[in-house]
């Protein structure tokens, strides 16, 4: 992997959706007429997928890459603050797998999601059926089922990212205001230096005749999310999944470890569900260690004969 690539091919085609109720939803396509394998990729909660291309950078030699920005984040509009919950955004992400399916390409797909667009991959599957080939969770922050150990640990968790991300600070003077606080804060500390500032630049707009640099995720709506993932029918549709899915975690033997990891590794351990931990990490593990988790992905992608059935159906 990693192999080198011309700079023309690290732009990207830049492509529009509509969604059901108006909103335009932006996504990237990187082609790769070689590649066998088609990745689809979105980000967490108040990020968005420039911020992670430390990453999916790596990604670009080997697989043809998609990256998609939900709706009040990255490249996408906002839309209407009422519209901003996990309904909405499972509308999305099925008017994204029309798009795709719409463009005839017969290779597998693969969705590589991270937290909150790990958790909505799942919902969607639960409303919609079946429209990947596989699935890669990312440190997804799932609801544990009634009953739980950790079904308490994580009302409180959601209940104080929210109240979290209400104190957050909505504009900055610059992006190198925060991504300066990206590498101070002890949460994002371990990521590389050049994701602190390509999340920065992601994740922030400067109004026209303004100097104010301000959080394309308003704080009030990063919240309502954190706040509403209370869904306990995770462990449900992941047990009755028809196609092969692989948890990539953050690391969940450290002190301190975050509760997606741990849910992870106890999902791992009470089934025959997939699961790679990437050591040392954290929630932002493809942030911190971004060629481990490339490697993962495709080490996981061989392993579930993707890569030959890609073959069968060229044949």
């Known amino acids: 992997m990693n192999r080198a690539l011309p700079s023309d091919a690290l732009q990207g085609q830049e492509m529009a959706l509509v969604a059901d109720d108006g909103t335009v939803l932006s ?4 082609p790769n007429p070689t590649a066998r394998v088609r990745l689809v990729l979105s980000h967490g909660n108040g990020l968005a997928m420039d911020g992670y291309q430390v990453f999916w950078r790596s990604l670009l030699a080997d697989f043809e890459v ?7 984040h990255g490249r996408s509009q906002a839309g209407a ?3 901003h919950h996990w309904t909405q955004f499972e509308a ?3 008017a994204l797998c029309d798009a795709l399916a719409a463009q005839g390409d017969a290779r597998p797909l693969v969705g590589v999601f991270h937290s909150l667009s790990a958790v909505t991959s799942l919902r969607h599957l639960q409303r919609y059926g079946p429209r990947w080939d596989a699935l890669v969770l990312v440190d997804p922050p799932l609801s544990p089922p009634p009953g739980h150990a950790m079904e308490s640990a994580h009302a409180r968790e959601v209940q104080a990212l929210a109240e979290g ?7 900055f003077e610059s992006a190198q205001q925060l991504a300066e606080r990206f590498a101070r804060v ?8 050049q994701a602190c500032l390509d999340m920065a630049l992601a994740t922030l707009r400067q109004p026209e005749g303004s100097g104010a640099w301000a959080l394309r995720c308003a ?4 919240a309502l999310v954190y706040r509403s993932n209370i869904w306990p029918l995770a462990q449900q549709v992941l047990a009755n999944c028809p196609f092969p899915v692989h948890l990539l ?6 002190q301190g470890s975050g509760l997606p990891a741990r849910y992870a590794l106890d999902l791992h351990q009470s089934s025959a569900i997939g699961y790679t931990s990437i050591g040392g990490t954290g929630h932002f593990l493809q942030l911190e260690q971004p060629q481990a988790c490339a490697e993962a992905i495709a080490q996981f992608v061989q392993q579930a004969g993707l890569f030959a059935s890609a073959s069968d159906k060229a044949g």
């Open 249 to 254: 975690a953050a690391d969940a033997t450290l």
């Open 186 to 193: 002890a949460v994002f500390g371990a990521w590389q230096a």
């Open 27 to 30: 996504w990237r396509l990187f």
């Open 66 to 72: 998609v990256v998609f920005d939900f709706r009040g």
């Open 92 to 94: 999305d992400m099925q």
């Open 81 to 83: 603050a009422a519209a």
């Open 219 to 222: 704080p009030e709506r990063e």
């Open 165 to 171: 991300a209400l104190r957050r600070r909505p504009a």
